[in-house]
C-alpha cells in the first residue's frame, strides 16, 4: 500500500478522500490555489503545496505543478478526485511517465471514453444498447442541423468532451437550433478545449440511472448497482438515490452487466460509472447508454451508504494492484439511500450561482459510513467564502433508512436542520422536491422540476406572522439575558416607543408590514401584525431553539440576525424578516428600470443587441459566464439600447451595469 499520496483537487472531495486516507495510515499532500490558502482541506491533510492562482488554470489545471508537488514531497500516488484533471488522459499519462501512480484508469481508456462520439462507436462494438443519433467527427454546423431534422425533434446537443451539464441544450424545433449550437460550442470550448458536439433523439420522460463499475489489474470486474440522478437542474444533479426506485433484480442485472461489458471494451481499472438513460413507456424500461465517467463520482456515498463499503478504498487498494476485495455475487443492497446537493445558488432566480460568506454554517449531527444515520461531506466551515472561482456546491447531505419512505423522511429532518446564513442556498428548495408529490411517490423523471414548478419555486413556508412572532421572540430574549443593559443602545432597528408600546416595521418579501408589541402590567405580551393583534409566548426550546406561539400558531424558531435581517428556521422552513429604518429608506427611488446589472462576478460572453437596437421584454440582450455556466442576460422591459458598457470577453464585478436602456 501506499506511504504518502498526493490529491489533487480541492474542496469536499479532497476532504473526503483524506479521511479515507488517515483511517489507512496513508499520509496526504494537499494542493493549494490563492483563494483557497486557508482552506478546509489545506488543513485536513498533513503537507500543502501552492500551485498558482485562484482561476483554475492558474493552479489546480496545471499538472506540471502538481506532479512536480508529489516529486518534491515524496508522493507515490496522486488522486484526481472529481472534475479538474480527473479525467484528463494527458495528465494521466504525465503521471505514469513521472513513476507515479495515477489513481484511477489507464489514460487510454480515458481517452476511449473522453470523446463521447467515439465512445459511442465503441459501446456499439460492445453490444451496448445506444440512443439514436449523431457521433460523427463532421461538424459543420450545416451537417449538424441537417442531422438533428432526420433525428426529429426534440434533439439533445452535447459536448463530445463534456460532462457536469456544460455544453448541453436541448432543441425543441429546428429554428433553435443554430443558436442552441453556438452556445454549447462556447461552452464546451471555454470549459473542456473542444467545441466537437454530438447530436441525440431527446428521449422524452426519461430517467438517467447510472451504475457503479469497478475493474482491477488482475482482469476482474463487479458493479456495486445503480444509483437514480433524474432529478436535475440545467442537466446537472439534484438529488440522488440508490437504489433505483422501481429497479427489477432481472434489469438491475441486465444494466450491470452491460456496464461492465462497457468497462471490459476498454480494458477499465478502478472506480468508473455508467450512465444511462433510461425510457419509460408503462411499466416497462429500456436503457441506452449515454456517457462513462471515467472517475469517482459527486454521488458515490448513496452507494457507499447501501454497500456499507468505502470506494475510496477500493481506489487506493485496486491502484496500488490489489484485487478487488469482493466478487459479484458477494455484493448486497441494503435500505435505501438519499443524497442532497447543497449548493449556493437562488433557484426561485433560474438557479443563479452566488457567492459570499458562511456566516451561518450549521449541521445536523453526522456519523459517516454508518447506516441508517446522516452524513455530511464539504468542503468549508463556517466563515469560509464562496467565491466565484469554482463549483457553487457547499456540501452533500447523504442519508440511509431501512426503506425510502424512512431515507425521505430523514432527509426531510436533515435539511430542516441545515442553517446556513450569509448567501443563497437550495436547502429550502430541496425540501420543497423532497415534498413534492412525484418525488415522494417515486414518479421520476428528468422534467421532474419543471413538472412541479407550482410547489417548488416562490413558496413562503413560514409566513408573515409567524416570522414577525419569532424575530420578535428572538430580540426580546436577547435583552433579556443582557441584564441591566440598556435596550436603547441595541443597533438591530428596534425601538421603545411610549409606555409598554413599540411600533415596529418589517420588510416582508415585496411587502412592508406594521406591527406593535404591547406589553402589559404582568408582563403579558400582544403582538399586533397588520391588524392582527394576538397573545404572544415564547421560551427556550434548548440550544439557540425558542419555543414560539402567536395565537393559535406554534413553532420552534432558530433566529440568526445578520445586519438588519433575522433569518428564521422553522421546521416548516426558512424565511428572512427585515427591520426597517423609515427614515434611513425614505429618500429610496425605484427607477431602476433602465439598468441592467451583472448578478454574479463573471465574464461578458457576447451582446446580442447593439446602441440603438429596439427590445423588447424577455429578449435576450447579452451572456454572462460565471461559475463555469453561461447565464443570459434578458431585458426586463420594452425599450431601446442607449449603451453598451463593455466589450466582450471583459471581466465585470457583481452588480456592474452592463448596458443602459431607455424604455
Known amino acids: 500500500m501506499f506511504r504518502k499520496i498526493l490529491i489533487a483537487n480541492r474542496g469536499e472531495i479532497a476532504c473526503r478522500v483524506a479521511a479515507t486516507a488517515r483511517r489507512m495510515a496513508i499520509q496526504t499532500v494537499a494542493v493549494y490555489s490563492d483563494a483557497d490558502a486557508h482552506a478546509k482541506h489545506v488543513q485536513a491533510c498533513d503537507e500543502a503545496v501552492h500551485v498558482g492562482g485562484s482561476a483554475p488554470r492558474d493552479s489546480y489545471l496545471q499538472w506540471q505543478r502538481i506532479?512536480?508537488?508529489?516529486?518534491?514531497?515524496?508522493?507515490?500516488?496522486i488522486h484526481p478526485g472529481y472534475g479538474f484533471l480527473s479525467e484528463n488522459e494527458a495528465f494521466a499519462g504525465a503521471c505514469t511517465d513521472a513513476g507515479i501512480v495515477f489513481i484511477g484508469p489507464?489514460?487510454?481508456?480515458?481517452?476511449?471514453?473522453?470523446?463521447?462520439?467515439?465512445?459511442?462507436?465503441?459501446?456499439?462494438?460492445?453490444?451496448?444498447?445506444?440512443?439514436?443519433?449523431?457521433?460523427?467527427?463532421?461538424q459543420n454546423p450545416a451537417l449538424l442541423q441537417r442531422e438533428a431534422d432526420r433525428i426529429g425533434y426534440p434533439v439533445l446537443i452535447k459536448a463530445s468532451a463534456g460532462g457536469g451539464g456544460k455544453g448541453m441544450r436541448a432543441v425543441e424545433n429546428a429554428a433553435d437550433f443554430a443558436g442552441a449550437l453556438a452556445s454549447c460550442q462556447r461552452e464546451a470550448r471555454n470549459s473542456f478545449g473542444d467545441e466537437a458536439v454530438l447530436v441525440e433523439k431527446y428521449v422524452t420522460r426519461p430517467r438517467h440511472i447510472e451504475i457503479q463499475v469497478f475493474g482491477d489489474t488482475?482482469?476482474?470486474?463487479?458493479?456495486?448497482?445503480?444509483?437514480?440522478?433524474?432529478?436535475?437542474?440545467?442537466?446537472?444533479?439534484?438529488?440522488?438515490?440508490?437504489?433505483?426506485?422501481?429497479?427489477?433484480?432481472?434489469?438491475?442485472?441486465?444494466?450491470?452487466?452491460?456496464?461492465?461489458?462497457?468497462?471490459?471494451?476498454?480494458?477499465?481499472?478502478?472506480?468508473?460509472?455508467?450512465?444511462?438513460?433510461?425510457?419509460?413507456?408503462?411499466?416497462?424500461?429500456?436503457?441506452?447508454?449515454m456517457e462513462m465517467n471515467t472517475r469517482l463520482q459527486v454521488e458515490h456515498p448513496v452507494t457507499e451508504a447501501i454497500t456499507g463499503l468505502d470506494l475510496v478504498e477500493w481506489q487506493l487498494r485496486v491502484a496500488a494492484g490489489q484485487p478487488l476485495p469482493l466478487r459479484q455475487d458477494e455484493l448486497r443492497i441494503q435500505g435505501h439511500a438519499i443524497e442532497a446537493r447543497i449548493?449556493?445558488?437562488?433557484?426561485?432566480?433560474?438557479?443563479?450561482?452566488?457567492?459570499g460568506t458562511l456566516h451561518v454554517y450549521r449541521k445536523p449531527p453526522a456519523t459517516a459510513f454508518q447506516r441508517g444515520t446522516v452524513r455530511i461531506d464539504d468542503g468549508v466551515r463556517e466563515g469560509d467564502a464562496i467565491s466565484p472561482y469554482y463549483d457553487s456546491m457547499i456540501?452533500?447531505?447523504?442519508?440511509?433508512?431501512?426503506?425510502?419512505?424512512?431515507?425521505?423522511?430523514?432527509?426531510?429532518?436533515?435539511?430542516?436542520?441545515?442553517?446556513?446564513?450569509?448567501?443563497?442556498t437550495n436547502v429550502q428548495f430541496l425540501r420543497h422536491v423532497v415534498r413534492s408529490r412525484s418525488f415522494a411517490q417515486a414518479d421520476l423523471d428528468t422534467a421532474l422540476i419543471q413538472r412541479e414548478a407550482?410547489?417548488?419555486?416562490?413558496?413562503?413556508?413560514?409566513?408573515?406572522?409567524?416570522?414577525?412572532?419569532?424575530?420578535?421572540?428572538?430580540?426580546?430574549?436577547?435583552?433579556?439575558?443582557?441584564?441591566?443593559?440598556?435596550?436603547?443602545?441595541?443597533?438591530?432597528?428596534w425601538r421603545s416607543h411610549g409606555t409598554g408600546v413599540r411600533r415596529l416595521e418589517f420588510a416582508f418579501g415585496a411587502r412592508q408590514a406594521k406591527a406593535q408589541l404591547a406589553t402589559g402590567h404582568d408582563g403579558s405580551l400582544v403582538l399586533t401584525v397588520e391588524g392582527r393583534a394576538e397573545p404572544l409566548l415564547f421560551e427556550a426550546a434548548g440550544d439557540d431553539a425558542i419555543a414560539v406561539q402567536y395565537g393559535e400558531q406554534r413553532t420552534r424558531a432558530v433566529v440568526y440576525t445578520l445586519g438588519e435581517t433575522d433569518h428564521v428556521f422553522t421546521p416548516a422552513g426558512a424565511t428572512q424578516i427585515e427591520a426597517i429604518d423609515l427614515l434611513a429608506h425614505a429618500g429610496d427611488q425605484a427607477a431602476e428600470g433602465g439598468r441592467l446589472t451583472a448578478p454574479m462576478p463573471g465574464k461578458v460572453v457576447s451582446f446580442a443587441v447593439k446602441a440603438g437596437d429596439k427590445?423588447?421584454?424577455?429578449?435576450?440582450?447579452?451572456?454572462?459566464?460565471?461559475?463555469?455556466?453561461?447565464?443570459?442576460?434578458?431585458?426586463?422591459?420594452?425599450?431601446?439600447?442607449?449603451?453598451?458598457?463593455?466589450?466582450?470577453g471583459d471581466q465585470v464585478v457583481e452588480g456592474a451595469e452592463l448596458l443602459k436602456i431607455t424604455v
Open 106 to 138: 489507464p489514460a487510454s481508456a480515458i481517452q476511449a471514453m473522453g470523446l463521447k462520439a467515439q465512445a459511442k462507436q465503441l459501446m456499439e462494438k460492445a453490444g451496448v444498447p445506444l440512443v439514436p443519433g449523431y457521433h460523427g467527427g463532421d
Open 615 to 648: 427590445v423588447s421584454k424577455g429578449q435576450p440582450l447579452a451572456v454572462l459566464e460565471a461559475m463555469k455556466m453561461e447565464h443570459t442576460i434578458a431585458a426586463p422591459a420594452d425599450g431601446t439600447v442607449a449603451e453598451l458598457m463593455y466589450a466582450p
Open 343 to 355: 449548493c449556493a445558488e437562488s433557484p426561485d432566480n433560474n438557479f443563479l450561482p452566488a457567492t
Open 218 to 289: 488482475q482482469g476482474n470486474y463487479v458493479y456495486l448497482f445503480e444509483r437514480d440522478c433524474s432529478v436535475q437542474r440545467r442537466h446537472q444533479k439534484v438529488l440522488e438515490e440508490a437504489p433505483a426506485p422501481g429497479m427489477t433484480p432481472a434489469m438491475r442485472q441486465r444494466m450491470g452487466e452491460a456496464a461492465v461489458a462497457a468497462a471490459r471494451a476498454v480494458n477499465y481499472v478502478g472506480a468508473g460509472t455508467v450512465e444511462f438513460i433510461v425510457e419509460q413507456r408503462g411499466a416497462e424500461m429500456n436503457f441506452f447508454f
Open 67 to 77: 506532479i512536480e508537488a508529489a516529486r518534491r514531497t515524496g508522493a507515490e500516488a
Open 454 to 493: 407550482g410547489v417548488l419555486f416562490n413558496q413562503e413556508p413560514v409566513g408573515l406572522e409567524l416570522a414577525a412572532a419569532a424575530a420578535v421572540a428572538k430580540t426580546l430574549r436577547d435583552e433579556r439575558a443582557l441584564a441591566g443593559s440598556d435596550p436603547f443602545s441595541r443597533r438591530d432597528g
Open 395 to 424: 456540501a452533500k447531505l447523504i442519508v440511509h433508512g431501512a426503506t425510502r419512505e424512512e431515507a425521505l423522511a430523514r432527509l426531510d429532518t436533515a435539511l430542516a436542520g441545515t442553517h446556513i446564513v450569509g448567501l443563497s
